[in-house]
């Protein structure tokens, strides 16, 4: 049995007093949660606000990125070293908004997951398709090339430490969300060629489904085979919506 993840990345939100807020009603709505692990990502500013109030609760801190670089002449960065020092547990690579908006390669994915993986950092690895390139049916191929690309170094252990997200995404920030039905298909292959390399190994790896995820939507999401949780956006936002999404994630 893969334990349910629910993560929540707040992007661009959240200011450091408003993060105190935010992490006060999270502690109370989430206080039953049961078996699920659960992680919210706030923005670099607010990581130390967010890990300070988070302590002792059950729920993890992540980053929404790093550089692959421990230290160095790169204005503007944030290293590994420097995420562990704050008590983050884990770490957003590959987001869709980080390939599209700011360039990110496949070669970048990869050096960035490899970071994480080295200052026991748990990465969670964003893959999926664009609009244009789901209508050309290429999904699988994009999805398959993104995979490949980022754990083309990577160890049958070192996979047991590494989240996948997949993420169309023409449903984030959207309002659309891919039925549970068309989610599975994409998770249950990206399954299929983690197993291609890593054998066994594909089954203990948790994959999450992003995109527009809510209360509403999340349990059907959470019925099918493959799919282990959420990369929740949006709805991260606000207590009761994202206690909604983790009190069913956790549920059998």
């Known amino acids: 049995m893969r334990r349910p993840v629910i993560a929540g990345n707040w992007k661009m939100n959240m200011t450091p007093s408003e993060t105190k807020v935010l992490v006060n009603q999270l502690k109370t709505a989430l206080a039953d949660a049961g078996d699920v692990e659960i992680v919210v990502c706030p923005p670099f500013t607010a990581l130390a606000q967010a890990r300070g109030k988070l302590m002792g609760t059950g729920i993890q801190v992540g980053a929404q990125n790093l550089h692959w670089e421990e230290a160095g002449a790169y204005t503007g960065e944030i290293s590994a070293p420097m995420l562990t020092d704050l008590g983050c547990s884990h770490v957003i690579i590959g987001h869709s908004e980080r390939r599209t908006l700011f360039g990110e390669t496949d070669a970048d994915v990869q050096r960035k997951l490899h970071a994480a993986l080295s200052h026991s950092l748990t990465p969670i690895l964003c893959v999926g398709e664009t609009l244009e390139q789901r209508e050309e049916d290429v999904t699988r191929d ?31 920030g959207t309002g659309r969300t891919a039925t549970p ?12 060629v983690l197993a291609e390399k890593f054998g066994d190994a594909a089954e203990h790896v948790r ?17 099918q085979a493959d799919i282990d949780g ?12 994202f206690a909604g999404i983790v009190k069913f994630g956790g549920q059998e």
């Open 142 to 172: 994009v999805c398959r090339n993104q995979v490949e690309a980022a754990l083309a170094e990577i160890s049958a252990k070192d996979l047991a430490k590494i989240v996948i997200a997949y993420e169309p995404l023409w449903a984030i």
């Open 207 to 223: 994959i999450l489904y992003g995109g527009s995820v809510k209360p509403e939507s999340i349990d059907g999401l959470m019925a």
């Open 230 to 241: 959420a990369l929740v956006g949006g709805a991260s936002l606000k207590a009761d919506s």
């Open 181 to 192: 039905e068309d989610a599975q298909a994409v998770i249950g292959y990206i399954r299929q």
